[in-house]
């Protein structure tokens, strides 16, 4: 019985997240990794360069860098929240890129189809996962694990080691144009007014709040506003909003609405919380695995359609270890690795703080070895506050 | 210059203060930001560092602009990031390594975009967009390395065999086409015999060796000698050839004037190994770069046909090491390039020559 009970309360989280101090915890995590972020933006742009960091063109570029990471966080969290792990990311997007440029230049497809059958293919890799993870029960770590090896091979058999380059316009276009900055412009004050206005109503209701409650309110209000004054000022400034940018931001919205608002959302939550008592609460748990790798999949194919459209090129050896940073961009935004945690904007988050590091190492000349030094200790840094508070609030 | 803590030791620092501090006029004449990027594949390995990196650096400093280099470790992705970072700094010039050929089009085509004039180097990028192309001509140290075999044996006539490099490798391919313009006459009158030729995935010394070795067996060690595309291959013939104890007396090439090969040179059992001035490179392109961001036009000694586009060559000398100048070679790239202490450790006494004492 006690398990049930359990679940019970994973079922309802949300609903204890909007109002419990703990709800307060967690954005407070998110606050604290965009505030990292910024201090970061500025530290680059003041001290280390010649003020490159916080220009419309270097904000523009940085959103398009962080998206490929980004996007593989978003599925990779889905899966972490329910004690699943998919090694084989950056394969998978290998072969899918190298199958993008089989589809445009031998096989001449336009640019709609081959992004169709990009996400499918994709797709069909996360159901094969998806299903050897629920039928022969093997660990997900092991598929995956040795889908990073054979996806690999099969991404360098099908164009016999070559690179393809030079995809149609139409195809081009995809990750190398942006939406006219007017249009930009209006698109994220649409988007904004209303988040940034939810914010502030929230900020200015009155009622029994708990003090950190209100000063996280006053925060997210803020930096909600300066998030999107500064978006609106960068790409209205530069060209307008890169596509890829938009893509992750539809995608952001959508997984953070479906895990937030839907019984999948929650019955992921509750798979990762206690598998057994999900299963025993009557929650189809084969079922939201296999989803869910099928969603890693697609998320899997349209990380693949941008970085091909980004290269126009499709090395079979790209990505050897872009399933790692997703997954430490995933841990980095607040994903517990043993399951049952995490978000979709904790991931974008963590993706974003990765890619800012590293722009802003490359943009102030320091060589790339640094950067990875950066990468670990941001991790180490992230995971170590959690055990920190985690170990302190049970003291408690 | 607390921007570049990045790979600058010592000397290279006070070599650019000193450089920075007597520039001021001539930099007021650039049109623009006055930086020329280097985007690299990596920094681990030696000639990079100690060669091509540091003589890019002299030069663009020398002619008063700023050199930024990156790096991005083998990685595709983390190369296009650092070309966008190279491009939103507004550099003057580009010059790019790329890690892979095709991938580098569109990085070209972006800085194209910005108005600003890219260079490839070392590895061709097969795009309209590419205003200038430094490398070693690789069909010269072909056609050198089969004329060498020439210039020592006198008569060529007999059993000869290739090791070629990885195939579908510009360097590989064209090597391997440069000892055919030179050899095809003899091949068509029927005096040289190729008995064995295969190309090598990875370069890879050990399939090297056993191509040898089954050539060896297959001809009863009637081989005259062994054409390889580099030392690593060349290492490979080595040992199949002192196997049967033939080292020494069949001709071996070899390219990159490896520690090894400088050892096999200096012991008799490899004729050469063909050496690219890797420190001329970088000298050369941070010049075009410096000519091309003060918007001046260049103008290539070749063309080179890259994947059916046909690209400005600039080619860079490469030369032969043999025993009568590795003493030179030494001088000018130990300990930089290879290590001469290295090379003469142990070696015997009747391998030696004058100058290289002060190595031991």
Same mark, same amino acid.
């Given at each position: 019985?006690?398990?049930?009970?359990?679940?019970?309360?994973?079922?309802?989280?949300?609903?204890?997240?909007?109002?419990?101090?703990?709800?307060?915890?967690?954005?407070?995590?998110?606050?604290?990794?965009?505030?990292?972020?910024? !201090?970061?933006? =500025?530290? *680059?742009? @003041?001290?280390? /360069?010649? #003020?490159?960091?916080? $220009?419309?063109?270097? +904000?523009?570029? %940085?959103?398009?860098?962080?998206?490929?990471?980004?996007?593989?966080?978003?599925?990779?969290?889905?899966?972490?929240?329910?004690?699943?792990?998919?090694?084989?990311?950056?394969?998978?997007?290998?072969? !899918?890129?190298? =199958?993008? *440029?089989? @589809?445009?230049? /031998?096989? #001449?497809?336009?640019? $709609?189809?081959?992004? +169709?059958?990009? %996400?499918?293919?994709?797709?069909?890799?996360?159901?094969?996962?998806?299903?050897?993870?629920?039928?022969?029960?093997?660990?997900?770590?092991?598929?995956?694990?040795?889908?990073?090896?054979?996806?690999?091979?099969?991404?360098?058999?099908?164009?016999?080691?070559? /690179?393809?380059?030079?995809?149609?316009?139409?195809?081009?276009?995809?990750?190398?144009?942006?939406?006219?900055?007017?249009?930009?412009?209006?698109?994220?004050?649409?988007?904004?007014?209303?988040?940034?206005?939810?914010?502030?109503?929230?900020?200015?209701?009155?009622?029994?709040?708990?003090?950190?409650?209100?000063?996280?309110?006053?925060?997210?209000?803020?930096?909600?506003?300066?998030?999107?004054?500064?978006?609106?000022?960068?790409?209205?400034?530069?060209?307008?909003?890169?596509?890829?940018?938009?893509?992750?931001?539809?995608?952001?919205?959508?997984?953070?609405?479906?895990?937030?608002?839907?019984?999948?959302?929650?019955?992921?939550?509750?798979?990762?919380?206690?598998?057994?008592?999900?299963?025993?609460?009557?929650?189809?748990?084969?079922?939201?695995?296999?989803?869910?790798?099928?969603?890693?999949?697609?998320?899997?194919?349209?990380?693949?359609?941008?970085?091909?459209?980004?290269?126009?090129?499709?090395?079979?050896?790209?990505?050897?270890?872009?399933?790692?940073?997703?997954?430490?961009?995933?841990?980095?935004?607040?994903?517990?690795?043993?399951?049952?945690?995490?978000?979709?904007?904790?991931?974008?988050?963590?993706?974003?703080?990765?890619?800012?590091?590293?722009?802003?190492?490359?943009?102030?000349?320091?060589?790339?070895?640094?950067?990875?030094?950066?990468?670990?200790?941001?991790?180490?840094?992230?995971?170590?506050?959690?055990?920190?508070?985690?170990?302190?609030?049970?003291?408690? | 210059?607390?921007?570049?803590?990045?790979?600058?030791?010592?000397?290279?620092?006070?070599?650019?203060?000193?450089?920075?501090?007597?520039?001021?006029?001539?930099?007021?004449?650039?049109?623009?930001?006055?930086?020329?990027?280097?985007?690299?594949?990596?920094?681990?390995?030696?000639?990079?560092?100690?060669?091509?990196?540091?003589?890019?650096?002299?030069?663009?400093?020398?002619?008063?602009?700023?050199?930024?280099?990156?790096?991005?470790?083998?990685?595709?992705?983390?190369?296009?990031?650092?070309?966008?970072?190279?491009?939103?700094?507004?550099?003057?010039?580009?010059?790019?390594?790329?890690?892979?050929?095709?991938?580098?089009?569109?990085?070209?085509?972006?800085?194209?975009?910005?108005?600003?004039?890219?260079?490839?180097?070392?590895?061709?990028?097969?795009?309209?967009?590419?205003?200038?192309?430094?490398?070693?001509?690789?069909?010269?140290?072909?056609?050198?390395?089969?004329?060498?075999?020439?210039?020592?044996?006198?008569?060529?006539?007999?059993?000869?065999?290739?090791?070629?490099?990885?195939?579908?490798?510009?360097?590989?391919?064209?090597?391997?086409?440069?000892?055919?313009?030179?050899?095809?006459?003899?091949?068509?009158?029927?005096?040289?015999?190729?008995?064995?030729?295969?190309?090598?995935?990875?370069?890879?010394?050990?399939?090297?060796?056993?191509?040898?070795?089954?050539?060896?067996?297959?001809?009863?060690?009637?081989?005259?000698?062994?054409?390889?595309?580099?030392?690593?291959?060349?290492?490979?013939?080595?040992?199949?050839?002192?196997?049967?104890?033939?080292?020494?007396?069949?001709?071996?090439?070899?390219?990159?004037?490896?520690?090894?090969?400088?050892?096999?040179?200096?012991?008799?059992?490899?004729?050469?190994?063909?050496?690219?001035?890797?420190?001329?490179?970088?000298?050369?392109?941070?010049?075009?770069?410096?000519?091309?961001?003060?918007?001046?036009?260049?103008?290539?000694?070749?063309?080179?046909?890259?994947?059916?586009?046909?690209?400005?060559?600039?080619?860079?000398?490469?030369?032969?090491?043999?025993?009568?100048?590795?003493?030179?070679?030494?001088?000018?790239?130990?300990?930089?390039?290879?290590?001469?202490?290295?090379?003469?450790?142990?070696?015997?006494?009747?391998?030696?020559?004058?100058?290289?004492?002060?190595?031991?």
């Amino acid at each position: 019985m006690t398990d049930l009970t359990q679940s019970t309360q994973d079922v309802r989280a949300k609903d204890m997240r909007r109002t419990s101090l703990a709800s307060s915890r967690r954005d407070l995590r998110l606050v604290l990794l965009l505030g990292v972020t910024v !201090v970061v933006w =500025l530290a *680059f742009h @003041f001290i280390f /360069t010649d #003020g490159f960091v916080l $220009t419309p063109r270097n +904000l523009s570029t %940085l959103s398009v860098q962080m998206t490929v990471t980004a996007i593989l966080a978003m599925g990779m969290t889905m899966l972490l929240i329910a004690r699943e792990i998919d090694l084989s990311a950056g394969a998978v997007m290998a072969l !899918v890129m190298v =199958l993008v *440029f089989q @589809f445009q230049i /031998t096989l #001449g497809l336009s640019a $709609t189809s081959t992004v +169709l059958l990009a %996400l499918a293919a994709g797709a069909v890799v996360g159901l094969l996962h998806g299903a050897l993870r629920v039928w022969l029960l093997i660990p997900s770590f092991i598929i995956t694990l040795a889908g990073f090896s054979w996806l690999r091979g099969v991404a360098y058999i099908i164009p016999d080691g070559q /690179t393809l380059a030079g995809a149609s316009d139409g195809f081009y276009r995809i990750s190398n144009s942006e939406v006219p900055p007017i249009a930009s412009a209006a698109l994220i004050v649409l988007v904004a007014v209303p988040l940034v206005g939810r914010a502030g109503f929230r900020m200015l209701s009155t009622g029994e709040k708990p003090t950190l409650t209100r000063v996280m309110e006053v925060i997210q209000f803020a930096l909600l506003l300066a998030f999107a004054l500064g978006a609106a000022w960068a790409f209205y400034n530069h060209r307008g909003l890169p596509y890829p940018t938009l893509l992750l931001g539809v995608l952001a919205f959508g997984l953070h609405w479906l895990m937030q608002n839907t019984d999948f959302g929650r019955h992921v939550y509750a798979v990762g919380g206690n598998p057994e008592a999900a299963k025993r609460v009557g929650i189809n748990v084969r079922l939201i695995v296999v989803l869910l790798f099928v969603f890693m999949g697609i998320l899997t194919g349209f990380a693949a359609v941008v970085q091909a459209s980004l290269l126009d090129a499709a090395p079979p050896g790209i990505g050897e270890l872009l399933a790692l940073n997703a997954i430490s961009a995933a841990i980095i935004g607040g994903t517990n690795l043993f399951g049952g945690q995490g978000s979709i904007p904790g991931a974008v988050a963590g993706a974003l703080l990765m890619a800012s590091i590293s722009n802003g190492l490359s943009l102030a000349g320091v060589n790339t070895f640094y950067q990875m030094v950066a990468t670990g200790l941001i991790l180490l840094a992230a995971v170590g506050v959690d055990s920190f508070t985690r170990r302190h609030e049970m003291r408690m | 210059m607390i921007k570049r803590f990045s790979g600058l030791n010592r000397r290279e620092f006070l070599a650019a203060g000193t450089a920075l501090a007597a520039l001021p006029a001539i930099k007021a004449t650039a049109q623009g930001t006055g930086r020329i990027g280097f985007a690299m594949e990596t920094f681990t390995v030696p000639r990079w560092r100690n060669l091509d990196k540091p003589s890019f650096e002299e030069a663009v400093l020398a002619a008063g602009f700023e050199p930024v280099v990156v790096q991005a470790n083998f990685d595709v992705a983390q190369q296009l990031r650092d070309v966008e970072n190279l491009l939103s700094q507004g550099v003057d010039a580009l010059c790019i390594v790329p890690i892979d050929s095709n991938s580098g089009i569109n990085m070209a085509r972006r800085a194209a975009r910005e108005g600003v004039p890219v260079i490839a180097y070392n590895t061709a990028i097969p795009s309209p967009d590419i205003s200038a192309f430094v490398s070693r001509d690789n069909g010269n140290v072909g056609r050198t390395a089969a004329q060498a075999a020439i210039d020592t044996l006198g008569d060529i006539s007999g059993k000869w065999v290739i090791c070629s490099g990885q195939a579908g490798n510009a360097v590989a391919e064209e090597v391997t086409a440069g000892y055919f313009e030179v050899l095809q006459p003899m091949i068509d009158s029927g005096a040289v015999e190729i008995v064995s030729h295969e190309y090598h995935s990875g370069w890879d010394p050990e399939s090297a060796r056993q191509q040898v070795e089954n050539a060896l067996t297959a001809n009863a060690n009637e081989i005259r000698g062994v054409f390889c595309n580099n030392d690593g291959m060349a290492g490979g013939a080595v040992a199949a050839l002192e196997a049967q104890g033939l080292a020494g007396t069949a001709f071996v090439s070899g390219q990159d004037a490896t520690t090894e090969a400088c050892r096999n040179i200096l012991e008799g059992k490899q004729n050469l190994s063909s050496f690219t001035r890797f420190d001329v490179m970088g000298r050369t392109a941070a010049e075009l770069a410096v000519a091309l961001a003060r918007g001046e036009a260049v103008t290539a000694p070749m063309t080179y046909s890259a994947g059916g586009e046909d690209i400005p060559l600039h080619p860079v000398e490469d030369f032969n090491v043999t025993r009568n100048n590795i003493v030179e070679y030494l001088e000018q790239y130990s300990p930089g390039y290879v290590d001469a202490s290295v090379i003469v450790a142990g070696l015997a006494d009747e391998f030696m020559l004058p100058g290289l004492e002060a190595y031991r």
